[in-house]
């Protein structure tokens, strides 16, 4: 509009120079972000509705937008990527999911850092589609990194590495391996324990994953006692 404009006022040579200045650029991306905002409210509208079909066309649709328009590396760009992984998710196809999952992981690692709060969402979703579509080895191994890594950024106690530890505790009894489920356990409950108290619900989380995996192991009093 403001090109037409400064066309008719001071003509061509003009509203060429407005068009390659950064302040059109500006406003072309802000008026691409409104369209692509707008689109993503209306796919998880569908998604609400349970039409998760529609929600992948319209997220489809947005991304080759925004990445024609914003770069594939824009944020974004990764936040629609996200959405669509979710939906192939919801819709029961892992691969797609997988797939898609790990692309916004890959792009987080370059352009954010390992350690970055994003990065590590991108992880822990990416270990979860994994853990979902039965591939229980890489989700360990994912969910391992996650423990680690949150570790290290936050703290032992941060509600965030609890449930990276849950998570793990469950790729752990998913691969028969309960003794190793049993310790992760044993070790978040202690730390939720000290630092929140019994009561905390995080705490009776935790203990509700123990009574499970105790139950597995056929430890029934145990799994009653709690």
Do not use: C
């Not at 060429?16 to 692509?36: G, T, V």
């Not at 990527?81 to 819709?91: D, G, P, R, V, W």
């Not at 509600?159 to 691969?175: G, P």
């Amino acid at each position: 509009i403001k090109a037409k404009e400064i066309f008719e006022e001071k003509g061509a040579s003009e509203a060429i120079k407005y068009l390659e200045s950064d302040e059109a650029l500006q406003n072309n991306q802000d008026m691409i972000k409104k369209i692509l905002d707008k689109n993503n409210l209306k796919a998880m509208l569908y998604t609400t509705e349970i039409q998760y079909n529609k929600a992948v066309q319209i997220y489809e649709k947005n991304l080759k937008l925004a990445t024609l328009e914003l770069g594939d590396e824009h944020e974004l760009t990764l936040e629609i990527i996200h959405y669509l992984a979710q939906s192939h998710f919801n819709l029961g196809d892992y691969e797609k999911a997988k797939k898609l999952s790990l692309k916004v992981f890959e792009v987080n690692i370059n352009t954010l850092g390992l350690e970055h709060p994003d990065t590590l969402n991108s992880l822990d979703w990416l270990a979860s589609v994994n853990l979902e579509s039965g591939t229980n080895q890489e989700a360990k191994k994912l969910f391992l990194q996650a423990v680690k890594l949150r570790k290290k950024v936050f703290s032992d106690a941060h509600q965030s590495t609890l449930v990276s530890m849950h998570y793990l505790a469950i790729s752990y009894s998913r691969l028969g391996e309960y003794q190793k489920a049993k310790e992760v356990i044993d070790k978040a409950l202690l730390i939720t324990k000290n630092n929140y108290g019994s009561k905390h619900l995080s705490t009776q989380y935790i203990m509700l994953n123990k009574v499970v995996n105790l139950s597995s192991l056929s430890k029934f009093q145990n799994a009653i006692e709690l």
